[in-house]
């Protein structure tokens, strides 16, 4: 059965030219990357059990390393290169947190995370620190869990007393936040299952992609713990950090594949700096003003549709074709520059096959 979907879709204008703003890499990998723990046994260990400090900014950014390190012998489908683990993107999310300031103490009560005081601190009380904790240490606690820490390590988060809120072991995640939990355990246990699998290589990405994408937008879903914490910033900061997160219901729909090299292109119009009310945006640059120009015209064309938009976005990427073009329509949305110069109301027939549907 042929089915064909429609998606409006509006392109936008924009004139930038490309060049790295926010600063995301140091030699090529994620910043102070050469700094963090290259085997488990760098992080701290007390009676036997793992305890990251995932409030530090050093250990967080080990608890990525560890686990690109752990299944990159299992990514098979989706490259050979070291630098084609998805989990790259989330380490360079992790490292434009930093270096724009949004790990920083935004109440002013700490000098948490600020030049001025303990710059590897991560707040508690910051909203991106929060909302990175979903995407850090709770698959950092399931791929423990499905041993790829090696057999048997336990591990417990540490976590000052403003924080108790938050999970930190195995299964006081699972109990909180199963529906994440779950989804990352599926990922890390369709890595070892692809392995085995008969399917031709784009499907397999395709399907581990997917499985990649449900759990981080699981983690995002159970995030919304961190809302209260919102409070500490300006609307224009607040705003863009509401579209940022509804863009991933974008790129999680054409299933990314966030290595090393794609994050950065996304990653690095990124705004550099945390945004205040102030309408001073001259200090951005041109690529930054576009990126939160595109952000937030998604979000608003999409609460003008009430949700259309999204929805029609998804289900037009239902085949392994229709993500790959997706992916492409996305990258050419957010960094080319020649893309419509003008505002178009373009319509884009996707032709998916019931059966290819996954
Ligand atoms: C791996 O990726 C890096 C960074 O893009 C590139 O320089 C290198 O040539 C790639 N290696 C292989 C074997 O493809
Ligand atoms: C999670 O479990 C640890 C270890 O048992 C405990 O110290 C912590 O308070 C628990 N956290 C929550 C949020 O329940």
Redesign the pocket.
């Known amino acids: 059965v042929q089915c064909v979907y429609i998606l409006g879709c509006l392109l936008l204008a924009g004139t930038v030219s490309l060049g790295s703003t926010a600063e995301i890499l140091e030699n090529?990998l994620p910043i102070l990357w050469a700094q963090t723990a290259s085997q488990v046994s760098d992080l701290p260990i007390q009676n036997g059990i793992l305890t990251p400090n995932p409030w530090n900014f050093l250990h967080r950014m080990s608890l990525y390393r560890l686990v690109i390190v752990a299944t990159d012998p299992f990514k098979g489908s989706l490259g050979?290169?070291?630098?084609d683990s998805p989990l790259w993107g989330l380490a360079l999310q992790l490292g434009w947190m930093l270096t724009s300031g949004r790990l920083a103490d935004p109440t002013g009560a700490t000098t948490c995370g600020l030049q001025t005081g303990d710059t590897s601190c991560i707040s508690t009380q910051s909203w991106w620190g929060c909302i990175n904790y979903f995407v850090s240490a709770l698959p950092f606690l399931s791929g423990a869990q499905q041993g790829f820490m090696g057999p048997e390590v336990q591990v417990r988060m540490q976590v000052p007393a403003d924080a108790e809120d938050l999970c930190t072991t195995y299964a006081n995640c699972t109990a909180l936040y199963p529906d994440a939990m779950s989804k990352w355990n599926a990922f890390f246990q369709g890595l070892k299952a692809a392995m085995e699998s008969p399917l031709p290589d784009n499907e397999k990405k395709d399907y581990l992609l997917g499985l990649y994408w449900t759990a981080q937008m699981a983690s995002i879903y159970a995030s919304a713990a961190c809302n209260a914490r919102q409070s500490h910033y300006s609307s224009a900061e607040v705003s863009f950090a509401n579209n940022w997160l509804h863009s991933a219901e974008y790129v999680s729909a054409v299933r990314f594949h966030s290595s090393?090299?794609k994050s950065v292109l996304f990653l690095s119009p990124l705004p550099s700096r945390v945004l205040q009310d102030a309408p001073n945006t001259a200090d951005l640059s041109q690529e930054e003003t576009h990126t939160l120009y595109i952000f937030s015209w998604m979000n608003s064309i999409d609460t003008l549709l009430g949700g259309t938009l999204i929805r029609a976005w998804r289900s037009a990427m239902c085949s392994v074709d229709a993500r790959e073009k997706g992916r492409e329509m996305l990258e050419q949305l957010v960094l080319n520059p020649s893309f419509p110069t003008s505002t178009v109301f373009s319509l884009i027939t996707m032709t998916c096959s019931a059966q290819s549907t996954t």
């Open positions: 090529g050979t290169n070291t630098t090393l090299e």
